[in-house]
């Protein structure tokens, strides 16, 4: 199955009895292992879990530390990005050219990168201090 599909299945698994809308992410690893996730809701909203949030970890879970791919699936008039919590998020486990892959349910496909999405990320390095 392709990492879209992987993503479609994960998206029909969602939580969504609040908002209606149910998403799907899928994770191809460095080492290859592929790992899903789906948005599960809250009744105390907005306290959910986000699809990617899920996929990732799935994969920290199992012991991967790097995103070679990522695919976020959902059913919007158009592909639907990662929310802004996500990109970063994604930005701990991945480069600014590691793919994002947008597709909605009717088979439009948006292909971009992490950097396209999340330009001037927060990062690891920001995080270093002066010796002094």
Same mark, same amino acid.
């Given at each position: 199955?392709?990492?879209? @599909?992987?993503?479609?299945? &994960?998206?029909?698994? +969602?939580?969504?009895?609040?908002? %209606?809308?149910?998403?799907? /992410?899928? $994770?191809?690893?460095?080492?290859?292992?592929?790992?899903?996730?789906?948005?599960?809701?809250?009744?105390?909203?907005?306290? @959910?879990?986000?699809?990617? &949030?899920?996929?990732? +970890?799935?994969?920290?879970?199992? %012991?991967?530390?790097?995103? /070679?791919? $990522?695919?976020?699936?959902?059913?919007?008039?158009?592909?639907?990005?990662?929310?802004?919590?996500?990109?970063?998020?994604?930005?701990?486990?991945?480069?600014?050219?590691?793919?994002?892959?947008?597709?909605?349910?009717?088979?439009?496909?948006?292909?971009?990168?992490?950097?396209?999405?999340?330009?001037?990320?927060?990062?690891?390095?920001?995080?270093?201090?002066?010796?002094?």
């Amino acid at each position: 199955m392709s990492l879209i @599909g992987v993503a479609r299945t &994960a998206r029909e698994n +969602a939580h969504a009895p609040y908002s %209606g809308f149910k998403v799907g /992410a899928a $994770i191809r690893s460095s080492d290859g292992g592929i790992y899903s996730g789906c948005n599960v809701e809250n009744v105390a909203y907005p306290e @959910g879990t986000c699809a990617e &949030a899920g996929a990732i +970890a799935a994969m920290v879970c199992d %012991g991967s530390r790097k995103i /070679a791919e $990522i695919v976020v699936v959902a059913d919007g008039p158009s592909p639907v990005p990662p929310c802004g919590g996500c990109r970063q998020k994604i930005a701990e486990f991945a480069g600014p050219e590691t793919p994002v892959i947008l597709a909605s349910l009717d088979g439009a496909i948006t292909r971009t990168t992490l950097g396209a999405l999340l330009p001037g990320s927060f990062g690891s390095d920001h995080m270093e201090r002066a010796e002094t």
